[in-house]
Nanobody, 123 residues
Framework: QVQLVESGGGSVQAGGSLRLSCVVF????????MGWARQAPGKRREGVAGLFPGGVSTYYADSVKGRFTISQDNAKNTLYLEMNNLSPEDTAMYFC????????????????RGQGTQVTVSS
């Protein structure tokens, strides 16, 4: 069982930056994709970034490429999402997430998710 605890959300103006953190608890054996998903009001949840635990390859949704960076600190069991040049369209609840599937195009709904942290971007 994997437990994920996010922090770092908040409110920011367009063009600003935020960094989300996620502490990972439990047994991650069999987890092949750690990442972040988001869900805006009235929209379906979408994967925005992912990586293979302990690996170097990263995966991003087209909507965040070049602006978001996912990273991990294995010593701290922590996953990060650095978000730059934020726009109002990035406003959503952001979830730290994990799945046994490989990241690929992040088109699946992650099996494990944290409680979420709200990100609000004002124009």
């Amino acid at each position: 069982q994997v437990q994920l605890v996010e922090s770092g959300g908040g409110s920011v103006q367009a063009g600003g930056s935020l960094r989300l953190s996620c502490v990972v608890f439990g047994n991650t054996y069999g987890i092949h994709c750690m990442g972040w998903a988001r869900q805006a009001p009235g929209k379906r949840r979408e994967g925005v970034a992912g990586l293979f635990p302990g690996g170097v390859s990263t995966y991003y949704a087209d909507s965040v490429k070049g602006r978001f960076t996912i990273s991990q600190d294995n010593a701290k069991n922590t996953l990060y999402l650095e978000m730059n040049n934020l726009s109002p369209e990035d406003t959503a609840m952001y979830f730290c997430a994990a799945d046994g599937r490989f990241c690929g195009d992040l088109s699946f709904d992650f099996a494990y998710r944290g409680q979420g942290t709200q990100v609000t971007v004002s124009s």
